[in-house]
T-cell receptor
Framework: SAVISQKPSRDICQRGTSLTIQCQVDSQVTMMFWYRQQPGQSLTLIATANQGSEATYESGFVIDKFPISRPNLTFSTLTVSNMSPEDSSIYLC??????FGQGTRLTVV | GIQVEQSPPDLILQEGANSTLRCNFSDSVNNLQWFHQNPWGQLINLFYIPSGTKQNGRLSATTVATERYSLLYISSSQTTDSGVYFCAVASSAGGTSYGKLTFGQGTILTVHP
């Protein structure tokens, strides 16, 4: 199993600003995954982050809005840019086969 | 992409009752997971079960991969079982990573004392 630490656990942000979410894993992993859970909804994959290459984004998600960094095999960040209230969600990172961080509960006001 | 359907969408039980949650999926999978999301949003991995049967205490799960469904059984339910149960799969088509999950819409379980 893998232990995943995610920061911050929650935040309230002003619209138009950006928030960077950090995900730290206790072991080296090839792929890390970022998911979004909108209020009352299921989880949707945003992108797959591989170390040393550009992240691969799912349909409906773009790099300008959700830039991802993957500087090494144990760490990744997801930035939610130019936020609007519609970005209020829980954001989760995960590693294979499916260990999840505690999530970041984001509220945009 | 692969489709995942869960039923029922909502389930209300009295403490001590048993229940069965179902997950249907539209394609072959190399990963199937059941999760419990508690009221604080924490996602807890219950089973990794792309095929076969597993048991963990009051919970058990069965996946019949050839018929593309999985079942989660909860016996002698407790109030702490309340929350949302998600089924998530990774398609085995095209060499998809088994960590790249598609989630069902979930079953909201409420257990009353």
């Amino acid at each position: 199993s893998a232990v995943i630490s995610q920061k911050p656990s929650r935040d309230i942000c002003q619209r138009g600003t950006s928030l960077t979410i950090q995900c730290q894993v206790d072991s080296q992993v090839t792929m890390m995954f970022w998911y979004r859970q909108q209020p009352g909804q299921s989880l949707t994959l945003i992108a797959t982050a591989n170390q040393g290459s550009e992240a691969t984004y799912e349909s409906g998600f773009v790099i300008d809005k959700f830039p991802i960094s993957r500087p090494n095999l144990t760490f990744s960040t997801l930035t939610v840019s130019n936020m609007s209230p519609e970005d209020s969600s829980i954001y989760l990172c995960s590693v294979s086969p499916a260990f999840f961080g505690q999530g970041t509960r984001l509220t945009v006001v | 992409g692969i489709q995942v359907e869960q039923s029922p969408p909502d389930l209300i039980l009295q403490e001590g009752a048993n229940s069965t949650l179902r997950c249907n999926f539209s394609d072959s999978v190399n990963n199937l997971q059941w999760f419990h999301q508690n009221p604080w949003g924490q996602l807890i991995n219950l089973f990794y079960i792309p095929s076969g049967t597993k048991q963990n205490g009051r919970l058990s799960a069965t996946t019949v991969a050839t018929e593309r469904y999985s079942l989660l059984y909860i016996s002698s339910s407790q109030t702490t079982d309340s929350g949302v149960y998600f089924c998530a799969v990774a398609s085995s088509a095209g060499g998809t990573s088994y960590g790249k999950l598609t989630f069902g819409q979930g079953t909201i379980l409420t257990v009353h004392p």
